[in-house]
């Protein structure tokens, strides 16, 4: 695992220690191998490509990922928790194909301009403390056509009462709301969609165009 420093502040420093004391027990709180599976699916992998996957966690998608690209692909990971980091870098080294995990803020992603064929994120972006920045990064480090997919929980109830206490809640709660208005000019939204109880939005995107070199 490399370890970069990474500044963290105002929600990240929290979500660092957060995650890194519910590290042992996290695998059992979220489980939801349907819904992994089906955000894996969402990238279009191709074997022999270069996936990342920020905020990765305890790994749980790598395995999945590394099926998807090949022993002839490259799976990279990135996290502010050392301590969820830990445990992904346990579960790498049974997997076939190169994986490659770094403690970093997404928020300043330590990779050049245009290196990844897809993008993947699961969970803890609603509360970074720079959101917006953070997907420029994730479209920065992606290869013009290359898809990304941003998943973390909101609250989308159906039907009639549904409708009324979700939008309630999102008032009370903006940042649980899909973050269309943080989006720069070269994401191209290909699908807004949500987990079927609503507890989870799934937002699809497309690098269109180039994006400025990193200072």
Not at 43 to 64: D, K, Y
Not at 93 to 108: E, G, I, M
Not at 127 to 136: E, G, L, N, S
Not at 199 to 213: C, P, R, W
């Amino acid at each position: 695992m490399r370890r970069i420093i990474a500044a963290t502040r105002g929600p990240d420093r929290w979500l660092s220690c957060a995650y890194s004391m519910v590290s042992p027990i996290y695998d059992f709180l979220w489980v939801r191998e349907d819904m992994r599976r089906d955000l894996v699916g969402r990238l279009r992998l191709q074997t022999g490509q270069i996936v990342l996957e920020t905020g990765v966690g305890t790994g749980a998608n790598l395995p999945l990922l590394c099926d998807a690209v090949g022993v002839s692909g490259k799976v990279e990971g990135v996290d502010v928790s050392a301590g969820m980091l830990g445990r992904a870098e346990r579960r790498a080294a049974c997997l076939p194909c190169p994986v490659r995990l770094t403690l970093h803020n997404a928020s300043n992603l330590p990779y050049p301009d245009n290196s990844f064929d897809a993008v993947l994120h699961f969970g803890g972006i609603n509360f970074f403390t720079d959101r917006k920045r953070a997907i420029a990064e994730m479209v920065r480090v992606s290869k013009e056509g290359a898809r990304l997919v941003i998943a973390d929980e909101t609250l989308a109830l159906r039907g009639h009462w549904g409708d009324i206490i979700s939008e309630r809640m999102l008032g009370l709660f903006p940042r649980l709301r899909p973050p269309l208005d943080l989006l720069p000019m070269q994401a191209r939204v290909l699908g807004l969609d949500h987990s079927p109880r609503g507890f989870f939005y799934i937002l699809e995107m497309q690098k269109d165009g180039a994006v400025g070199s990193k200072a």
